[in-house]
C-alpha cells in the first residue's frame, strides 16, 4: 500500500472533511486479508527495532493525535505489542501538572524524545498546546498562534539532529465516535474509561476539527510530515499506521554497528 | 510449575554452585511443550498488564541481573514482547554517567521507579554498585559493605509504598558463557555484540559469583525475594520468567477501576 496518500503535503491546506475517516483505498482486501497483513507489517517492523536498537544510530519519534475514542491507545496497543520494549518508550502526555505548567510548553515533552537507537512514541503531545488549548482559550490567541512556528522549528532541530520523525492524526468521524462511547457506556469492562465531560468535548467537535486542520496545514514539513490516517475501522488504521512506519523504517539504512576492531583470532577460555 | 524452587529464602546462604544452571524440575515435558506453555504465560502476562496498567493501583519492578551472555537482552525480548509498551518500561543501567556519579548509587534508579499501573524493568540496576563495584574496588570494601542495609531500606521503602518487586537472576555456568562468546564471535549480526574486555571480566568469574552470592543473601526479603532462575537454556528460562512474573501479578488483587458516578441514563448525541 501506498502511504503517500495519507501525507499532507507541505504547504498545502486540509480539509478534514475532505479526507475519508473509512477508505480502504490502496489495499485490495479484505478484513481478514488487512488484518494478516498487519500481522506481517508487524513482524517487520520488529526485525527493524531490532537493527535500530543495536544500530543506535537513528532516533524514530511517534507523535500520535486524535479525538477522543478514535483509537490511540488501541492503536499502540495493536502495532507496538510485537515490537521489543527495550528500545520503545511510550509516553502519554495528560493534562499537566504544576510543575510542568510552571515551564514552558516543549519542555515536558523535549523530556522524552527518544535517544539514538530509541522509538519514542507519544500518546498526545505537543500538539495539545495548539489543540485543547486553542479550543478552551486557555491561553490567548496572540500566544498559542505564535506556537505553530516553535513546534516547526523545535521538530527541525530534533531532525537536523537525528531524529525521524511521524505524526499521525488518527481521523474518525463524529458518528463513529458516537458509536465508539456508547459501545463504552454499555460495556462493564470499558466503562471506567467513559468521563461525563467527554460529551461536553464531543460538543466542540466542529471547533477541534478546525483546530486539527490549522496545526497540520503549518506544521506538515518534509522532515516531520503528518499523515491523517483514516480510523473508523480498526483493522485498516493498524494497517495503515504499520504501513507507514515500516516505509519509514526501511528508508533508513539502519543495520548493525560494526565489531570492535581486534577481535580476529581471540579464544574464549 | 512452582515458583518457590528458585526463590531465595531471606537470611538462607546463597551457594550458586549448588544450584542448577541447566535444571528442568518441576516442568513435565520437553523443549516444544516448554515453548508453548510461555507462549501461553506470555499471553496471560499481557492480559494482566492491561489490567495493571488500567488499574493504576499496583506498581512492578523487575530487576534483571545476570553474569555476561546470561540473557538479560534475550529474556526482555522474549518475555517482554507481547506485552502492551504503553505501561511497561524498560532502562537499561550502564556505566554511570559523570551527572551519575556525581549522586549517590540509587539516584539514577529512583527516577525510573515504577509509577502506579506501571511495569519497570531494570537491565542492571543499584546492585551493579556491589557487584561490579566491588570486584573491582571502585569503592572502599567498608562503602560498599553498608549497600546492601540501604538497598534494603529502599526496596522497603519501595514496598511499603505499594510497589511490588521481583528480582531475578538469571544463572548460567561458566561453560555456557564460553559457548556463548564463541557464537558471538563466530556469527556476523553478533559479533558487534562482543567486546575484548568481556573476557577480562570472565577471568573474574569466581569473584563475581561470590559478590553475586553475598548480595543476593544480603537482600532476599520477603517484601523484595531474589529468584536464582536456571538459564543455561533459554526456552527454560523464558519459562520460569513469565511463571515467576504470572505468578506474582495473579497474587494481586488487579481490577478495572470502578467507571465514574452519574453515567447512569447518559445520552451520546
Redesign the interface.
Known sequence: MKIDQFRVDPGHAVELAERSTRSADGFDGDKAAGQQEAVRLIGRL?ELQ?VLY?GATHKLLIVLQAMDAAGK?GT??AV???????????T?FKRPTDLELAHDYLWRVHQHAPAAGEIA?F?RSHYEDVLVVRVHGLVAEERWKRRYEHIAAFERMLADEGTTIVKLFLHISKEEQ?VR??ER?ADP?K??K???GD?DE?KRWDDYQRAYEAAIEATSTPWAPWYVVPADRNWYRNLVVSQILVDTLEALDLR?????T??DG?K??
Open positions: 520488529g531490532q543495536a491507545d499502540i496497543r507496538f505489542t510485537g515490537v521489543n520494549p527495550q528500545g520503545t518508550r511510550v502519554s512514541i500518546n458516537a462511547f456508547r457506556l469492562t466503562r471506567w467513559f468521563r461525563a460529551l464531543r548493525y554497528p560494526d565489531p570492535e581486534g577481535l581471540l574464549v577460555i
